[in-house]
């Protein structure tokens, strides 16, 4: 079994919590790391050895405060992987968390949902 990735939100980096065993995938919080691909990458390659044998149904929560250029282009990596899981045949979604006031992440969510072809759900808090 794949082991759990978890990594502690920190001023500059997020929540991340991938648990295959207990079916949770989340990344929250801010996202400006020094060096956005050396933080993503471990995120990356869990989720490539993840898609070869997905469970059944997958629902990735983005709850996002803000985050760097570099980091969205991160962020759409891992969408581009998790998009895979729909050749499996298996279920795929994402839902993006927003508040209301904020207009950036909103856009960013709505530019990522209009780019990918899985279910990406917007939802607006607040």
Known sequence: MLATLEFIETRDTPEVLFDKKNNQFKIAGNSL???????????????????????????????????????AKMIYQIFIELEKIKDTGKDIKISWYYESEDKLIEEKGLEYQSILDIPFEMIKTK
């Open 33 to 71: 790391p020094e060096d956005s691909t050396k933080f993503y990458y471990p995120i990356l390659d869990w989720i490539q050895e993840y898609v070869k044998d997905p469970n059944k149904s997958t629902h990735l929560i983005c709850n996002m405060e803000y985050f760097n250029s570099s980091s």
